[in-house]
């Protein structure tokens, strides 16, 4: 669903930004590993919106942005799993202690559907090969009730 310009009015009008909201003037330049942190905080929420080119303070004048030289160009020469990787790389899912992250609660935390398996595995897989996660019992043969921890745990 594409976004439209009333709905980007909408959040303007908003009295603050939240954990599913988040506006970056980013007029000239925006660090990409901000962009993969903000990026990973909105999925660790559920999901949600980051608009660049916008004041963060009310009452949120529309600055454009430049952050990005050929914004189209970049994600045409990236496919969707370089995307998901640069992202993990540089960023970790979040972690609440004692808690194995699973394909079930991966796909209940970025509100996946069922038949997005395929997404989380792609996630997982990328996070495991950038070091991020680990399986939470090495002994375990069975790829269906695999569990993840994070590194350092």
Same mark, same amino acid.
Request: aromatic fraction near 8%; charged fraction near 25%; proline fraction near 0%.
């Given at each position: 669903m594409a976004t439209t310009v009333s709905q980007i009015d909408v959040w303007r009008a908003a009295r603050s930004e939240h954990q599913n909201l988040e506006f970056k003037e980013a007029k000239t330049q925006f660090d990409n590993r901000k962009l993969y942190k903000y990026c990973v905080a909105l999925a660790n929420e559920g999901g949600g919106h980051l608009l660049l080119g916008i004041e963060d303070q009310p009452p949120r004048k529309v600055v454009g942005t430049a952050a990005f030289n050929d914004p189209v160009d970049m994600a045409a020469t990236m496919d969707r =799993?370089? *995307?998901? $990787?640069? &992202?993990?790389?540089? &960023? &970790?899912? *979040?972690?609440?202690? =004692?808690?194995?992250?699973?394909?079930?609660?991966? $796909?209940e935390r970025f509100n996946l559907p069922e038949d997005k398996v395929a997404s989380v595995s792609q996630i997982i897989a990328a996070t495991v090969d950038a070091g991020k996660i680990k399986l939470a019992d090495p002994t375990q043969t069975s790829t269906r009730y695999r569990s993840y921890v994070p590194f350092w745990a």
């Open positions: =799993n370089d *995307r998901i $990787r640069a &992202c993990y790389q540089h &960023c &970790c899912l *979040r972690y609440v202690m =004692n808690e194995k992250m699973t394909n079930q609660s991966l $796909r």
